[in-house]
Protein backbone atom coordinates (compact mmCIF):
# COMPACT_ATOMS: atom_id res chain seq x y z
CA UNK A 1 0.00 0.00 0.00
CA UNK A 2 1.39 3.52 -0.47
CA UNK A 3 0.73 5.55 2.46
CA UNK A 4 1.91 8.23 0.82
CA UNK A 5 -1.00 9.97 0.43
CA UNK A 6 -3.04 9.49 4.19
CA UNK A 7 -4.79 11.43 5.96
CA UNK A 8 -3.22 14.70 7.50
CA UNK A 9 -5.09 17.85 6.36
CA UNK A 10 -1.39 18.65 4.08
CA UNK A 11 -2.09 16.07 1.86
CA UNK A 12 -5.92 16.60 1.35
CA UNK A 13 -5.50 20.02 0.22
CA UNK A 14 -5.66 20.22 -3.34
CA UNK A 15 -2.53 20.52 -5.75
CA UNK A 16 -1.53 24.18 -6.08
CA UNK A 17 -0.85 25.41 -9.23
CA UNK A 18 1.73 27.31 -8.08
CA UNK A 19 4.16 24.31 -8.68
CA UNK A 20 7.99 24.66 -9.84
CA UNK A 21 8.07 26.11 -13.66
CA UNK A 22 9.64 22.46 -14.20
CA UNK A 23 7.08 20.93 -12.38
CA UNK A 24 4.16 22.64 -13.87
CA UNK A 25 2.04 19.77 -15.32
CA UNK A 26 3.54 17.42 -14.32
CA UNK A 27 1.93 14.82 -11.72
CA UNK A 28 1.81 15.80 -8.37
CA UNK A 29 2.40 12.24 -6.97
CA UNK A 30 0.65 10.92 -4.21
CA UNK A 31 -1.50 14.41 -3.78
CA UNK A 32 1.32 15.77 -1.98
CA UNK A 33 1.02 19.72 -2.04
CA UNK A 34 4.59 20.90 -1.71
CA UNK A 35 4.16 24.41 -2.41
CA UNK A 36 6.42 26.62 -0.27
CA UNK A 37 5.41 28.76 2.35
CA UNK A 38 4.25 32.02 0.61
CA UNK A 39 7.82 32.02 -0.38
CA UNK A 40 8.83 31.22 -3.97
CA UNK A 41 12.09 29.09 -4.08
CA UNK A 42 14.83 30.49 -5.51
CA UNK A 43 15.72 29.42 -8.89
CA UNK A 44 19.22 27.86 -8.11
CA UNK A 45 17.11 25.33 -5.82
CA UNK A 46 15.10 24.53 -8.80
CA UNK A 47 18.23 23.92 -11.37
CA UNK A 48 17.98 19.75 -11.33
CA UNK A 49 15.05 18.03 -13.00
CA UNK A 50 13.76 15.12 -10.24
CA UNK A 51 14.49 17.21 -6.83
CA UNK A 52 13.12 20.33 -8.03
CA UNK A 53 10.91 20.12 -5.12
CA UNK A 54 13.49 20.73 -2.37
CA UNK A 55 13.72 23.99 -1.56
CA UNK A 56 17.29 25.16 -0.42
CA UNK A 57 20.60 24.61 -1.25
CA UNK A 58 21.38 20.79 -1.50
CA UNK A 59 24.56 21.24 -3.30
CA UNK A 60 27.80 22.48 -1.06
CA UNK A 61 31.53 23.63 -2.61
CA UNK A 62 33.42 20.42 -0.39
CA UNK A 63 31.36 17.85 -0.63
CA UNK A 64 32.03 14.11 1.01
CA UNK A 65 28.81 12.82 0.07
CA UNK A 66 26.56 13.88 -2.94
CA UNK A 67 23.63 12.26 -3.84
CA UNK A 68 21.26 12.82 -6.96
CA UNK A 69 18.34 11.36 -7.50
CA UNK A 70 18.66 8.48 -5.06
CA UNK A 71 15.12 6.68 -4.57
CA UNK A 72 14.30 3.65 -2.40
CA UNK A 73 12.18 0.76 -2.60
CA UNK A 74 10.95 -1.39 0.31
CA UNK A 75 8.99 -4.24 -2.01
CA UNK A 76 6.61 -2.09 -3.85
CA UNK A 77 6.56 0.70 -1.24
CA UNK A 78 8.44 3.64 -2.38
CA UNK A 79 9.99 5.04 0.83
CA UNK A 80 12.60 7.78 -0.65
CA UNK A 81 11.71 9.78 -3.73
CA UNK A 82 14.04 11.67 -5.48
CA UNK A 83 16.92 13.04 -2.88
CA UNK A 84 19.46 15.13 -4.07
CA UNK A 85 21.40 16.61 -1.19
CA UNK A 86 25.54 16.96 -0.45
CA UNK A 87 26.56 16.06 2.81
CA UNK A 88 29.28 18.53 3.86
CA UNK A 89 33.02 17.61 4.63
CA UNK A 90 33.51 18.39 8.76
CA UNK A 91 30.65 19.36 9.00
CA UNK A 92 27.06 18.08 11.01
CA UNK A 93 23.90 17.59 8.46
CA UNK A 94 20.91 17.11 10.75
CA UNK A 95 17.92 15.29 9.38
CA UNK A 96 14.43 16.08 10.62
CA UNK A 97 11.10 15.17 10.21
CA UNK A 98 7.95 13.42 11.21
CA UNK A 99 8.33 9.55 12.14
CA UNK A 100 8.14 7.36 8.92
CA UNK A 101 9.44 10.05 6.39
CA UNK A 102 12.45 8.37 5.47
CA UNK A 103 15.07 8.83 7.73
CA UNK A 104 16.54 6.40 8.30
CA UNK A 105 16.33 4.74 5.32
CA UNK A 106 18.29 7.55 3.79
CA UNK A 107 21.23 7.38 5.93
CA UNK A 108 21.30 3.60 5.45
CA UNK A 109 22.11 4.74 1.88
CA UNK A 110 25.64 5.97 3.25
CA UNK A 111 27.10 2.73 3.75
CA UNK A 112 24.78 0.64 2.16
CA UNK A 113 23.01 -0.61 5.05
CA UNK A 114 20.09 -1.15 2.71
CA UNK A 115 21.83 -3.97 1.07
CA UNK A 116 20.68 -5.49 4.14
CA UNK A 117 17.43 -5.51 4.46
CA UNK A 118 15.19 -7.99 2.61
CA UNK A 119 13.62 -6.51 -0.71
CA UNK A 120 15.17 -2.93 -0.50
CA UNK A 121 16.42 -1.44 -3.65
CA UNK A 122 18.37 1.70 -3.85
CA UNK A 123 18.31 4.09 -6.93
CA UNK A 124 20.36 6.91 -8.18
CA UNK A 125 24.08 8.18 -7.25
CA UNK A 126 25.40 8.04 -4.16
CA UNK A 127 29.02 9.79 -4.91
CA UNK A 128 31.92 9.37 -1.64
CA UNK A 129 34.49 11.65 -2.91
CA UNK A 130 33.75 11.70 -6.61
CA UNK A 131 32.95 7.57 -6.72
CA UNK A 132 29.47 6.37 -6.71
CA UNK A 133 29.46 3.58 -4.21
CA UNK A 134 25.96 1.87 -5.76
CA UNK A 135 28.51 -0.08 -7.92
CA UNK A 136 29.09 -3.98 -7.48
CA UNK A 137 32.50 -3.19 -7.50
CA UNK A 138 32.57 -1.57 -3.65
CA UNK A 139 34.73 -3.13 -0.76
CA UNK A 140 31.37 -2.81 1.93
CA UNK A 141 34.03 -3.87 4.50
CA UNK A 142 35.87 -0.48 3.23
CA UNK A 143 32.93 1.58 2.64
CA UNK A 144 31.70 1.24 6.23
CA UNK A 145 35.12 1.65 7.51
CA UNK A 146 35.12 4.90 6.27
CA UNK A 147 31.42 5.98 6.59
CA UNK A 148 30.84 4.38 10.20
CA UNK A 149 27.45 4.45 12.09
CA UNK A 150 26.38 4.60 15.40
CA UNK A 151 22.80 3.64 16.18
CA UNK A 152 20.06 4.64 18.46
CA UNK A 153 19.98 2.13 21.45
CA UNK A 154 24.03 1.54 22.50
CA UNK A 155 25.34 -1.57 20.92
CA UNK A 156 28.70 -2.78 22.12
CA UNK A 157 30.30 -5.75 21.77
CA UNK A 158 30.26 -8.69 24.36
CA UNK A 159 33.62 -7.87 24.46
CA UNK A 160 35.78 -5.50 26.87
CA UNK A 161 36.00 -2.14 26.25
CA UNK A 162 39.38 -2.26 25.03
CA UNK A 163 38.36 -5.04 22.42
CA UNK A 164 35.36 -2.79 21.11
CA UNK A 165 37.18 0.15 20.45
CA UNK A 166 40.05 -2.56 18.95
CA UNK A 167 37.85 -4.19 17.12
CA UNK A 168 38.37 -2.02 13.82
CA UNK A 169 42.09 -1.26 13.31
CA UNK A 170 42.74 -5.08 13.90
CA UNK A 171 40.11 -6.23 11.43
CA UNK A 172 41.02 -3.96 9.07
CA UNK A 173 44.68 -3.92 10.33
CA UNK A 174 45.35 -0.35 10.59
CA UNK A 175 47.54 -1.38 13.27
CA UNK A 176 50.92 -2.13 13.31
CA UNK A 177 51.91 -3.20 16.91
CA UNK A 178 50.09 -3.85 20.32
CA UNK A 179 51.37 -0.90 21.01
CA UNK A 180 50.25 0.72 18.14
CA UNK A 181 46.36 -0.72 18.96
CA UNK A 182 47.08 0.56 22.53
CA UNK A 183 47.36 3.96 21.21
CA UNK A 184 44.65 4.29 19.05
CA UNK A 185 42.54 2.53 21.83
CA UNK A 186 43.66 5.76 24.56
CA UNK A 187 43.18 7.96 21.83
CA UNK A 188 39.99 7.11 20.60
CA UNK A 189 38.69 6.95 24.20
CA UNK A 190 39.80 10.30 24.89
CA UNK A 191 38.12 11.88 22.02
CA UNK A 192 35.48 10.26 22.55
CA UNK A 193 35.35 11.84 26.44
CA UNK A 194 35.61 8.60 28.04
CA UNK A 195 39.21 7.81 28.82
CA UNK A 196 39.13 9.02 32.34
CA UNK A 197 36.08 6.98 33.14
CA UNK A 198 37.27 3.79 31.91
CA UNK A 199 40.70 4.05 31.96
CA UNK A 200 41.49 1.29 34.85
CA UNK A 201 39.00 -1.24 33.82
CA UNK A 202 39.64 -1.41 29.84
CA UNK A 203 39.38 -5.20 30.15
CA UNK A 204 35.80 -5.26 31.57
CA UNK A 205 32.64 -5.73 29.54
CA UNK A 206 31.29 -2.89 27.49
CA UNK A 207 28.29 -3.88 27.80
CA UNK A 208 28.88 -3.60 32.31
CA UNK A 209 28.71 0.81 31.39
CA UNK A 210 25.90 3.06 31.62
CA UNK A 211 24.07 3.68 28.60
CA UNK A 212 25.54 7.26 28.04
CA UNK A 213 29.43 5.88 28.76
CA UNK A 214 28.21 2.45 25.97
CA UNK A 215 27.02 5.33 23.48
CA UNK A 216 30.70 6.97 24.10
CA UNK A 217 32.17 3.55 23.79
CA UNK A 218 30.23 3.13 20.26
CA UNK A 219 31.80 6.47 18.71
CA UNK A 220 35.17 5.57 20.44
CA UNK A 221 34.51 2.06 18.39
CA UNK A 222 33.43 4.75 14.99
CA UNK A 223 36.50 6.87 15.08
CA UNK A 224 39.10 4.21 15.88
CA UNK A 225 39.74 3.46 12.24
CA UNK A 226 39.67 6.74 11.13
CA UNK A 227 35.94 7.14 9.26
CA UNK A 228 35.10 10.09 7.08
CA UNK A 229 31.63 10.46 7.91
CA UNK A 230 29.79 9.01 10.81
CA UNK A 231 26.38 8.72 10.89
CA UNK A 232 23.90 8.86 13.64
CA UNK A 233 20.65 7.45 13.64
CA UNK A 234 19.17 9.23 17.20
CA UNK A 235 22.23 8.62 18.97
CA UNK A 236 21.05 10.45 22.81
CA UNK A 237 17.31 8.79 22.33
CA UNK A 238 18.24 6.23 24.49
CA UNK A 239 20.04 8.74 27.25
CA UNK A 240 18.98 11.40 29.41
CA UNK A 241 19.68 15.07 29.57
CA UNK A 242 23.24 14.54 30.84
CA UNK A 243 24.85 12.18 29.09
CA UNK A 244 22.73 13.65 25.77
CA UNK A 245 24.47 16.55 26.62
CA UNK A 246 28.05 14.99 26.57
CA UNK A 247 27.35 13.18 23.39
CA UNK A 248 26.38 16.51 21.84
CA UNK A 249 29.46 18.42 22.98
CA UNK A 250 31.51 14.81 21.37
CA UNK A 251 29.71 15.69 18.03
CA UNK A 252 30.99 19.38 17.81
CA UNK A 253 34.32 18.39 19.35
CA UNK A 254 34.44 15.25 16.44
CA UNK A 255 33.16 18.12 13.55
CA UNK A 256 37.24 18.84 13.21
CA UNK A 257 38.04 15.88 11.98
CA UNK A 258 34.72 13.99 10.41
CA UNK A 259 31.32 14.81 8.77
CA UNK A 260 28.52 13.71 10.74
CA UNK A 261 24.87 12.80 9.75
CA UNK A 262 22.51 12.56 12.56
CA UNK A 263 19.24 12.10 12.39
CA UNK A 264 17.28 13.40 15.93
CA UNK A 265 13.81 14.20 16.46
CA UNK A 266 14.61 16.95 18.71
CA UNK A 267 15.01 20.16 17.10
CA UNK A 268 16.58 21.80 19.92
CA UNK A 269 19.09 18.99 19.46
CA UNK A 270 19.64 19.64 15.38
CA UNK A 271 19.96 23.74 16.14
CA UNK A 272 22.31 22.90 18.71
CA UNK A 273 24.89 20.61 16.82
CA UNK A 274 23.86 20.79 13.45
CA UNK A 275 25.31 23.44 10.30
CA UNK A 276 23.14 22.02 8.00
CA UNK A 277 19.47 20.77 8.61
CA UNK A 278 17.56 18.58 5.93
CA UNK A 279 13.58 18.44 5.99
CA UNK A 280 11.91 14.79 5.34
CA UNK A 281 8.32 14.69 4.71
CA UNK A 282 6.59 11.53 3.37
CA UNK A 283 9.74 10.58 1.09
CA UNK A 284 10.79 13.19 0.25
CA UNK A 285 13.55 16.13 1.07
CA UNK A 286 11.27 19.22 1.43
CA UNK A 287 14.12 21.84 2.15
CA UNK A 288 17.92 21.73 2.93
CA UNK A 289 19.89 24.78 4.21
CA UNK A 290 21.90 26.24 6.92
CA UNK A 291 20.40 25.39 9.92
CA UNK A 292 20.13 28.52 11.47
CA UNK A 293 18.12 29.68 8.11
CA UNK A 294 15.83 26.72 8.23
CA UNK A 295 14.60 27.08 11.81
CA UNK A 296 14.24 31.22 11.43
CA UNK A 297 13.36 31.06 7.98
CA UNK A 298 12.10 28.10 6.86
CA UNK A 299 10.80 28.78 3.14
CA UNK A 300 8.64 25.86 2.81
CA UNK A 301 5.06 25.50 4.14
CA UNK A 302 5.97 22.18 5.25
CA UNK A 303 9.01 22.66 7.31
CA UNK A 304 7.31 25.73 9.02
CA UNK A 305 4.92 23.98 9.83
CA UNK A 306 6.60 20.95 11.63
CA UNK A 307 9.19 23.20 13.22
CA UNK A 308 6.67 25.52 14.62
CA UNK A 309 4.93 22.24 15.86
CA UNK A 310 1.74 22.22 13.65
CA UNK A 311 2.60 18.69 12.27
CA UNK A 312 4.44 15.82 13.31
N1 LIG B 1 12.57 -2.87 6.23
C1 LIG B 1 11.51 -2.20 5.79
N2 LIG B 1 10.55 -2.82 5.06
C2 LIG B 1 9.47 -2.16 4.61
N3 LIG B 1 9.23 -0.85 4.82
C3 LIG B 1 10.14 -0.17 5.55
C4 LIG B 1 11.32 -0.81 6.08
N4 LIG B 1 12.03 0.12 6.76
C5 LIG B 1 11.32 1.27 6.67
N5 LIG B 1 10.20 1.09 5.94
C6 LIG B 1 9.19 2.12 5.61
O1 LIG B 1 9.84 3.17 4.92
C7 LIG B 1 9.37 4.43 5.39
C8 LIG B 1 10.54 5.23 5.95
O2 LIG B 1 10.98 4.59 7.13
P1 LIG B 1 12.23 5.11 7.96
O3 LIG B 1 13.34 5.40 7.04
O4 LIG B 1 12.47 4.13 9.03
O5 LIG B 1 11.66 6.48 8.55
P2 LIG B 1 12.20 7.40 9.73
O6 LIG B 1 13.58 6.97 10.09
O7 LIG B 1 12.12 8.78 9.19
O8 LIG B 1 11.24 7.23 10.88
C9 LIG B 1 8.29 4.13 6.42
O9 LIG B 1 7.04 4.18 5.78
C10 LIG B 1 8.60 2.73 6.87
O10 LIG B 1 7.45 2.06 7.27
MG1 LIG C 1 14.35 6.22 11.87
Known sequence: MN?????????????DALQAPETAGRRVEAGLNLKPSGRVPS?????????????G?????????????????????????N?????????????????????STFLRCLNRMNDTVPGARVTGSIKLDGNDIQGPGTDLVRLRARVGMVFQKPNPFPKSI??????????????????????VVC??????????EVKDRLNRPGTGLSGGQQQRLCIARAIAIQPEVI?????CSALDPIATARVEDLIEDLRESFAIVIVTHSMQQAARVSQRTAYFHMGELIEVGETDRVF????????????TGRFG
Open 231 to 235: LMDEP
Open 162 to 183: YDNVAYGPRIHGTTRSRADLDE
Open 43 to 55: AASLDHKSGDRTV
Open 187 to 196: SSLQRAGLWD
Open 296 to 307: TNPRHRLTEDYI
Open 57 to 81: QYAVDDAVFSCRDVNVFYGAKHALR
Open 83 to 103: VNIDVGRKQVLAMIGPSGCGK
Open 3 to 15: DVGNQTAQTRRPV
